[in-house]
């Protein structure tokens, strides 16, 4: 049971260089999201899905794409880096219905620390 | 706007010791408040979490206090260990809107010999 997998782990990036972060979920869940965690931030929520075929924007959109062609795949794209990006990329999922009735609302991945030069 | 406020961003406990990370909000159609661990390399990784209809909720050596009129948790660790040495983030969710988390800022735990 691989659970949400995150592809690369590490990434480096010149500015102005494109990239797409990989995540997949084998639990048949409705809802990802992709977070980044910055020091002193905590945790930001970039996008999010419901379900394939729905995305929506979260706090931190800006410079990110995503598209959700299927219940697994949750891609992240970075269209043009920036320093700024320099962060951990989590991606998360749970499964529909209300989180608090579940024992976890959020299964996240092991992140992608990303740098971008 | 830090919409959920998390104090203190680092602690040093004694082992056998009470930690404790205080988290306060501010927008009341939160509805749900987990607790994350996060050991470094991995991911968060759900704790404990409380309603607010309830006012305390133990797990082994976790407890949350929930304060709704004050829009205030906290987590207790009793009898802290070396293994509970992390990072703890609170977390706050409305059910409504695509079940999205607010994160706090994070507090890093060290638990001492």
Known sequence: NAGVTQTPKFQVLKTGQSMTLQCAQDMNHE?????????????????????????????????????????????????????????????????????RAANSPLHFGNGTRLTVT | QQQVKQSPQSLIVQKGGISIINCAYEN???????????????????LIAIRPDVSEKKEGRFTISFNKSAKQFSLHIMDSQPGDSATYFCAALTTGGGNKLTFGTGTQLKVEL
């Open chain 2, 28 to 46: 009341t159609a939160f509805d749900y408040f987990p607790w994350y661990q996060q050991f470094p390399g991995k991911g968060p990784a759900l």
């Open chain 1, 31 to 99: 809802y990802m999201s992709w977070y980044r965690q910055d020091p002193g931030m905590g945790l930001r929520l970039i996008h999010y899905s419901v379900g394939a075929g729905i995305t929506d924007q979260g706090e931190v959109p800006n410079g990110y794409n995503v598209s959700r062609s299927t219940t697994e795949d949750f891609p992240l794209r970075l269209l043009s880096a920036a320093p700024s990006q320099t962060s951990v990329y989590f991606c998360a999922s749970h499964g529909i219905g209300d989180p």
